[in-house]
């Protein structure tokens, strides 16, 4: 392992770090108050490195949904990994072996991602290490905070911290909202798809994991079908 490059991915990923740990806690608070072990919490993060994924999972599995409606999910959920996975596979070293390579799939996230992709050389195994160990120790140590300080504080206080995930989302669509009409008008379909499904007759009853499934299925053909290109494209 190159030292150098090992510590400059340690560099590039401690910002990366210190924005999931918040809302890491807020997960791990979200965990324990709805009746998993600490452990399990920690364990959760650990393996899983996923935000809304996991928030998802652990709902479904509080509400008692079945095996499937999980694993489906959190496959839609998450599917988007499989894309960022493939584009970062064409730009580490050709000599990286599998091992390696499944390593840094473990460890590929929104951030990681964009943070690797910009660098202007090839990925070495050194570097992606160095880049993926700091957010997994923020997103996996906030997870433990969270979810060790939820016996300690108020309980209105640990209720206030369930938001933090929304929270995040919020900042991540807004700005792009204001700038593309495509992304706006994904936005608005999906909450009046979410508001349908939690409150007409015919779909209220469906379980939560199922909705999600649909609603996400739903709504990106819809949007793909309306803005096949982006905006720019169309523009030029």
């Not at 008692?64 to 960022?84: D, H, Q």
């Not at 996230?109 to 570097?127: C, G, H, N, W």
């Not at 206030?160 to 700038?179: D, K, N, T, V």
Request: glycine share 10%; net charge positive; with cysteine.
């Amino acid at each position: 392992m190159k030292k150098s490059e090992f510590l400059q991915g340690i560099r590039h990923g401690i910002p990366i770090c210190l924005g999931y740990f918040s809302v890491s806690a807020a997960f791990g608070i979200t965990a324990v108050r709805s009746g998993l072990p600490l452990w399990t919490a920690v364990l959760i993060s650990l393996t899983n490195v996923t935000s809304a994924g996991q928030f998802a999972g652990v709902n479904l599995m509080v509400a008692g949904g079945s095996m499937i409606e999980i694993a489906m999910t959190t496959l839609i959920i998450n599917i988007r990994y499989f894309l960022m996975s493939l584009s970062v596979s064409q730009k580490v070293e050709s000599k990286m072996s599998m091992k390696k390579r499944l390593g840094i799939a473990y460890g590929i996230t929104d951030e990681i991602f964009a943070v690797s992709m910009q660098q202007p050389r090839k990925l070495t195994a050194s570097y992606m290490a160095g880049l993926i160990l700091m957010p997994v120790v923020g997103w996996t140590l906030g997870t433990f905070v969270g979810g060790a300080a939820t016996q300690l504080m108020p309980q209105k206080l640990s209720s206030a911290m369930g938001i933090a995930l929304y929270g995040m989302f919020i900042a991540i669509i807004i700005p792009p909202a204001r700038e593309q009409k495509s992304v706006l008008f994904t936005v608005i379909l999906a909450i009046a798809a979410s508001v349908a499904f939690s409150s007409l007759p015919v779909l209220k009853h469906l379980s939560g994991g199922w909705a999600i499934i649909l609603i996400t299925i739903l709504v990106s053909g819809i949007a793909a079908w309306l803005f096949p290109r982006n905006e720019e494209e169309n523009a030029g």
